[in-house]
């Protein structure tokens, strides 16, 4: 049986600002900033309810109630008829034989539901009621629209239930709410600036519409396009975030590809240059970069530029697309920057964040879409007191992962960006609240942690979790990770940082980190490999700020420095920040190098982090998620002020790594593969570590690698070379470039080396 309903006549601002929104050029992306544009507004630009700006309050309270259909068959409009529709797929889909659109809401707590749609072709907006006898199956809405176009569309919900706060329930039958599987998301389309379509309003926010292009054709991988599969041992990660990388005007890409895909897509080159073969992105599912200026508070200067805040799990962040293009172009943009990168044997892996939602806590919630639907579903609550969500992200709520609904979202928002984006793999942020149940427990065996890690497509990827949370559950070394799993090995940066800086008592930590972490890793049939290493990560210090600050100097945040970590084990090597101190920088470069040397020596994943291949500093800023300005930009003419020198050290020792056999390797160290030269493992003074790796035929020649993190130099009595073959330097960190390393070795050294206050060797027998 099919229905039909008329687009409804008193909607008149929203459809003419659909209107104007389309026919806007793109240059606003490039002219106007954010704070300026809403400071310009006038009252009644940003009017009307977080009702999403289609109703009046007062109408929007009736909004989800029965309506005599002969009442709304008499408005004027364009007439959209519709069926029962189908509960799978879950979001929008072409209906039968590719004709209408399929609309299917999990909810299980609903008691009604209305799905409003826009459409371009008659710039009006239609509510269409779901009565549960018709369009409902178990906990799914659904309806199939005959006569929907396969694009320019644009919909929401909104959601009706029964019961207060303290039965888990968070009700906003006023508001518009985003599908949770929305392949597409049109929302203000220039980053960071503000536009009339979003009918932003102070406290309750911006407007996000929910929409799909099922009309544009496949898009075309080509013919000899192949996924690089590179075996994890072979990884080098570079974490970076996309708006950062080519933000800023030196980057030479063009005022409208800075801070998007296609910008990263133009600078392959560089990460071809600077050796790496992984790219690491930061969150890229679309989120709202202006939540901080949703209300008055010292935070609302900020601008999220790291994206630790989804509102959807499915959609590319819509304003990563050049010149404002929108949400259909950020999605096609996305798999030519990943075919490209492909293309030049990149992998691309994505930084995502299903431990909670841009929603927030209880204090101030931005109701966007997850906490109207189903909250109880959604969100982990106290068992005690359901008016309370647990809160293990430290972002005011936290994802209830292991429901059935939620871990099947989360699974097929993994294998839609595996499948249709041809991603690589994914690093799981705060995965350890992933590992809890509904009530917060934390789980020996959580359900989605072990489906991903059996599923069919998804066991193929890179798989990395942050084995920690914010609620203390610490799992380093013990996540559960059925030999799939990797992890961020937050013991080997704490380890080396602490080693290289000339702590007491580290060196015996020291060597089992670089070493490859056998004590939390050589479990079962993991590898090496699954320890991810580094020393610097986008929440923390840069490279040269860990060696330029003791402090975190994070005034900037709005929080009075009491946000971001206060236990950096850094060291400012004398004076703190900038200095004119010939011996202070020289200190700080000799550093900046043995810390490098030591992660690509090191056996396990190394990753490194945007900028540092040109030691930029953010001044000591070591929480710096909300500032879109030169502090976090990559600055293109600094690298080229560093080219000959540092960069060329850092790119030279990335691809030295990659090249020698001994290094990344698939299996632990055996006692004949490494020689410890050392008899002072007692000693917590001691601050000296050598030893070679042997050569048994994997090809590549000996190493011999050495660290003095003593403030007096050592004789390093050199091991006999084998037979035929000499000690030659690759690299001492107490030279000046170009001499602090020579990729094919020098002509040969001493049999007693000077190894330097703070600086470090690494030889190679030919």
Known sequence: MSTSIKAQSHFPRVCKLLQQRAQTTASRCITLDARSVLASKSPSAVHASRGKNVQTRAAQKEAVKPKPAAKQEKQAGTELTWQPGTPEPLGPSLGPSQKGINFALYSEHASAVALEIYTEEDH????????????????????????????????????????????????????????????????????????????????????????????????????????????????????????????????????????????????????????????????????????????????????????????????????????????????KEFKEMVQQLH???????????????????????????????????????????????????????????????????????????????????????????????????????????RDIAKDPVLSKVKLIAEPWDCGGLYQVGGFPNWDVWGEWNGKYRDDVRRFIKGDAGVKSAFATRISGSADLYHVNNRKPYQGINFIIAHDGFTLYDLVAYNGKHNDANGEQNRDGSNDNFSWNCGHEGETSDAGVNALRQRQMRNMMLALMVSQGTPMVLMGDEYAQTRSGNNNWYGHDTKMTRFEWDQLESVRDTYFRFYSELIKFRKAHPLLGRSDFLRPNDITWHEDNWDNSDSRYLAFTLHDLGQGGGDLYVAFNAHTFAIDAHLPRAPEGKTWRRVVDTNLQAPKDITPGGNKGVDPVYSVQPFSSILLVAK
């Open 343 to 449: 293309k030049a044997g990149i992998e691309v892996i994505l930084d995502v964040v299903y431990n909670h939602t841009a929603e927030g806590g209880d204090d101030d919630p931005y109701v966007l879409s997850f906490r109207g639907i189903d909250n109880e579903v959604y969100y982990m609550l106290d068992a005690q007191n359901k008016s309370h969500l647990l809160n293990y992200s430290g972002c005011g709520n936290t994802t209830n992962a292991n429901h059935p609904a939620v871990q099947q979202m989360i699974m097929d928002s993994c294998r839609r960006w595996v499948e249709e984006y041809h991603v690589d793999g994914f690093r799981f942020d705060l995965a350890s609240c992933l590992c809890r149940d509904s009530n917060g427990t934390p789980l020996a065996n959580p359900p989605i942690i």
């Open 124 to 331: 009006s907006v239609h509510e269409i009621m779901l009565d549960p006898t018709q369009h409902k199956s178990g906990h799914v809405w659904h309806v199939l629209v005959d006569n929907l176009p396969p694009a320019g569309v644009l919909y929401a919900y909104k959601v009706q239930g029964q019961g207060g706060w303290e039965t888990g329930a968070r009700w906003y039958n006023e508001d518009m709410l985003l599908d949770p599987y929305a392949p597409l998301i049109s929302g203000r389309r220039c980053f960071g600036v503000r536009d009339e379509i979003e009918e932003f309003e102070e406290k309750q926010g911006s407007l996000f519409w929910g929409t799909f292009d099922f009309e544009s054709p496949s898009f075309e991988w080509g013919s000899d396009y192949h996924r690089p599969n590179l075996a994890w041992q072979d990884l080098i990660v570079y974490e970076m975030p996309v708006r950062s990388f080519t933000a800023d005007a030196s980057s030479g890409v063009g005022a409208g590809k800075q801070g998007t895909f296609q910008g990263i897509t133009e600078k392959i080159p560089h990460l071809l240059e600077l050796g790496i073969n992984a790219v690491e992105l930061l969150p890229v599912f679309e989120y709202d970069e202006l939540e901080f200026q949703r209300i008055p508070n010292p935070r609302d200067h900020m601008v999220n530029i790291w994206g630790y805040s989804h509102i959807n799990f499915f959609a590319p962040m819509s304003r990563y697309a050049a010149d404002g293009a929108g949400p259909a172009a950020a999605a």
